[in-house]
C-alpha cells in the first residue's frame, strides 16, 4: 500500500475476525540492523499507548527471536491525506476562502491540534508533522500517523546534542521527504531546534512550529 524509510505498509485480511487490516512491516534488509528493530518497536509501542480518537489504533506486534520479521497490525483507513485536501481546496475554491469546505479544514486543523496536545499531556513529541503524515477519512475521521520518529521527552535527558550531517532524501517535488540519519525529520517543516540537531531542545513547541 505504501513504503517509508525501513517498513511498509500492506492491505491485510484477518481471518479471525473478518476484517481488513493495515501490516506494516520492518523491511528485510533492514530488520538486520539492531537500532532499526528498536526504533520500529518503538513506533509501535507509542502509537498503541496513544489511545485517542486521532491517532490509529494497534491490534498486534510479531517480532521473532532472531529479529528477521517485525510488524504490527492496526485499522487500515481510507481516505486523502491533508496535504491532498488543502491542494485540492486551492484548486477549487476560485478566489472564494470563507466557504463551509474552509470552515472544515479549519475543524480538521482543530482535531489535530486536540490530537497533538494529548500526545504531548503524556511526554511524547512527533517530530515529523507534516500534511502527508495526516489521514482525513471518508466518513470525517482526521488521524496522525507515522509515529516513526516520535519520541518521549523525558529520555533526552541523557541524550548529547547531535551535530552529525544527516543524510537527505529528496523526492520530485523538493525536499519534503523525512531524512534518515541524526537529525530526523522533514527539512521543509523542522523547527530550528530540530534542523540544527540540538536534541536536547526539542520539546512540544517543535511540534506546534
Known amino acids: 500500500h505504501s ?19 493495515a501490516l506494516k512491516r520492518l523491511k528485510h534488509e533492514q530488520a538486520e540492523q539492531h537500532d532499526n528493530r528498536a ?5 509501535a509501542q507509542i502509537t498503541g499507548q496513544l489511545d485517542h480518537p ?9 517480532s521473532t527471536e532472531d529479529g528477521a520479521r517485525c510488524f504490527y497490525t492496526m485499522r487500515f483507513l481510507k481516505g486523502r491525506t491533508l496535504a491532498e485536501v488543502i ?39 512527533h ?20 509515529w516513526g520518529l516520535a519520541k518521549r521527552i523525558d529520555e533526552w535527558e541523557a541524550t548529547p546534542t547531535v551535530t552529525t550531517q544527516p543524510s537527505v532524501v529528496i523526492d520530485e517535488g523538493g525536499i519534503v521527504a523525512t531524512m534518515q540519519g541524526e537529525r530526523l525529520g522533514t527539512p521543509s517543516f523542522m523547527a530550528p531546534e530540530q534542523a ?4 536536547d531542545r526539542i520539546d512540544e513547541r517543535t511540534d506546534v512550529y
Open 3 to 21: 513504503a517509508g524509510g525501513i517498513g511498509e505498509v500492506w492491505r491485510a485480511f484477518d481471518h479471525v475476525l473478518g476484517r481488513e487490516v
Open 39 to 43: 526504533r520500529f518497536r518503538r513506533e
Open 127 to 146: 517530530r515529523d508533522l507534516k500534511g502527508d503524515n495526516v489521514i482525513i477519512g471518508d466518513y470525517g475521521e482526521v488521524i496522525v500517523l507515522d
Open 87 to 125: 491542494h485540492e481546496f486551492h484548486a477549487e475554491r476560485n478566489g472564494e476562502l470563507v466557504s463551509s469546505r474552509f470552515l472544515q479544514l479549519l475543524g480538521d486543523f482543530v482535531s489535530i491540534c486536540n490530537t497533538m496536545a494529548f500526545a504531548h499531556d503524556r511526554g511524547i513529541v
Open 54 to 62: 486521532g491517532v490509529v489504533p494497534v491490534y498486534d506486534y510479531v
Open 196 to 199: 540544527l540537531g540540538m536534541i
